[in-house]
């Protein structure tokens, strides 16, 4: 259904996708798969690829902005000022391990998504970090999604394989940077 209501818009297909992908990550109990299914599904792996990463970190963006421009006199009802600036002092002395925490999150919390994009406008984790974190963080979701939409439901083994695998493999890695960093 979603995949044919952007058929029809045509040349103008990709950006009203992205354009979906940004409202979804806006209003966050909206999912983000079936999107992505379509992306590749209408314009193939690597196209399909290229409009749900450009829309799913556009999306993250907006949820950063409206948080760091509205969200923290919000938070401060739930949570004492104090707290939320020793979080700030925390994230500016650690930003190595905020970023790898960040990329954890989008990598191994894919549903937490647009939640992980309103707290981190919320504290002073500075936006290039953010940015780049959901970057990196966001491709194995997006490449799994659109490359299931462009196989139209019919996913090699090895696909099945790496879907189910990457979580591990992302938590060994993440233990190994962690452990390295409390050696140093």
């Known amino acids: 259904m ?3 209501e952007v058929g029809r818009w045509g040349a103008l297909g990709p950006l009203a996708l992205i354009a979906f992908l940004i409202a979804q990550a806006v ?3 909206l999912p983000s798969p079936p999107l ?3 992306a590749g599904y209408l314009y ?3 196209a399909g690829f290229a409009i749900g990463w450009t829309g799913l970190l556009l999306g993250a963006t907006a949820c950063f902005a409206l948080s760091r421009a509205l969200g923290r006199p919000f938070a401060e009802k739930f949570i004492r000022a104090e707290r939320l600036a020793a979080i700030d002092r ?3 002395k650690q930003t190595g391990p905020t970023f790898l925490t960040v990329v954890s999150l ?3 919390i894919p549903p937490a998504f647009d939640a992980v994009s309103y707290a981190c406008g919320l504290v002073q984790l500075p936006f290039h970090w953010f940015a780049l974190a959901t970057a990196l963080g966001e491709v194995p979701k997006v490449a799994s999604f659109t490359y299931l939409g462009a196989v139209a439901g019919n996913p090699p083994s090895w ?3 790496w879907i189910l695998l990457l979580p591990a493999l992302g938590l ?3 233990r190994f940077v962690r452990r390295r960093q409390v050696a140093l």
Do not use: M, S
């Open 36 to 38: 992505l299914i379509a």
């Open 44 to 46: 193939g792996p690597w």
């Open 2 to 4: 979603i995949a044919a």
């Open 27 to 29: 209003i966050a109990p």
């Open 159 to 161: 696909l099945t394989a």
């Open 172 to 174: 060994l890695v993440l």
């Open 90 to 92: 925390y994230i500016d």
């Open 106 to 108: 989008r990598v191994l």
